[in-house]
């Protein structure tokens, strides 16, 4: 990925994120994660529907890389079924830990893949996709 599409992509993420916004519905899972070493939190909501993806929401104060990996990964993870989510996640995990990893399925997650070159940042890019893991765990 361009370094040029990979900026442009965590810019427009970040400063016009997907489903930024609590609905605070009783029907929504709902989880807290927080950074404890930044200002990086996020409240969380999950719906899972006839065992997929329904809809991911968030609200809370974040960097860049927080806000931005978050808004991609739920425009990535909506409509999968708990197990495509699963896989998506442990593969952006690999990515970041530099090991094997499948370019494709983590699609625009791709932007973050020299994170590991700033180890203080990966809880960053990975505060937001690890509570939606939570969140898909708890689920029925």
């Known amino acids: 990925m361009d370094s040029n599409f990979k900026r442009a992509l965590i810019i427009e993420n970040y400063e016009k994120p ?19 070493s930044c200002i990086d939190n996020f409240d969380i909501e999950l719906k899972m529907e006839d065992g997929k993806i329904k809809d991911i929401r968030f609200d809370g104060e974040a960097c860049a890389i927080a806000t931005s990996s978050m808004s991609i990964s739920i425009g990535i993870l909506i409509g999968k079924t708990k197990e495509e989510a699963l896989n998506i996640i442990e593969n952006y995990q690999n990515m970041l830990e530099e090991k094997p990893y499948d ?9 973050y893949d020299d994170i590991y070159k700033q180890p203080a940042r990966k809880k960053c890019a990975t505060l937001g996709i690890l509570g939606i893991k939570d969140l898909i765990e708890k689920s029925k």
């Open 18 to 36: 997907l489903n930024k916004g609590l609905l605070n519905d009783s029907t929504y899972l709902r989880e807290n994660k927080n950074n404890s």
């Open 103 to 111: 370019k494709d399925l983590i699609e625009d997650l791709n932007a």
